[in-house]
């Protein structure tokens, strides 16, 4: 609870900025389909247009969904960013303090991924929306991946493949996520894998990275 307060402190002057003149207008303030709102047609758009060199419909959406409820009052749209990099820090820290069961070290990870400068252009820009929203359902990937390590089951592995579909519809260049055979480890698929590849008859074991992955037995340390 400290963290996101903190958080949100160190990021609450958003809530008065405006939106830039850089990509913001493309993305939000010029483009007709997000002005609109939330409808069918800007949906139909959003998963079959590739604008301004992105194929992001689940970002374009929440664009639209800004637009549906606060109009262009920018400061909602900022807010929007920050509730969502809110809600990936709650989730990091939780996973990895279930991960690892290290209370100190998951929240200073925690801690620098909330605080860390790099983190502010995602954060205190609109056209930037692509980067939290993606964040977020990759955390809830790692989330899902730990829950299925724990109690292997098909539906939780369907999870895992659903959340990292919804990340890379958020954004395209999302790092990879694991691939496995009931818990045994044996490839990582990631965004290179994807990006290019047009045969999509493909099965994901000729796409993945299987080759030199290290593993390591439970409760191995670095000492």
Not at 6 to 18: E, N, P, Q, S
Not at 123 to 136: P, Y
Not at 195 to 212: I, W
């Amino acid at each position: 609870m400290g963290l996101t307060i903190l958080t949100a402190v160190v990021y609450a002057a958003v809530r008065t900025h405006g939106f830039l003149h850089f990509d913001d207008n493309t993305y939000v303030v010029e483009n007709g389909a997000v002005r609109a709102g939330l409808t069918w047609e800007g949906v139909k758009w959003a998963l079959t247009a590739p604008y301004a060199g992105n194929w992001h419909p689940l970002t374009w959406v929440s664009h639209m969904l800004d637009v549906q409820f606060f109009g262009m009052d920018a400061g909602w749209h900022h807010l929007t960013n920050l509730f969502l990099h809110l809600a990936s820090t709650v989730l990091l820290l939780r996973v990895l303090i279930r991960m690892t069961g290290a209370v100190a070290a998951s929240t200073l990870v925690a801690a620098l991924f909330a605080l860390h400068p790099l983190h502010v252009e995602s954060v205190a820009w609109i056209a930037e929306r692509k980067d939290v929203l993606s964040t977020f359902w990759w955390v809830l990937t790692i989330t899902a991946y730990a829950a299925y390590v724990r109690q292997p089951r098909a539906w939780r592995y369907a999870i895992v493949g659903l959340c990292f579909a919804l990340a890379l519809m958020s954004k395209y260049r999302t790092s990879g996520v694991p691939v496995t055979v009931g818990t045994k480890l044996v490839g990582i698929l990631s965004n290179p894998h994807l990006r290019f590849e047009k045969r999509t008859e493909l099965k994901v074991r000729k796409l993945m990275t299987k080759d030199e992955l290290i593993t390591v037995s439970v409760g191995t340390t670095l000492d």
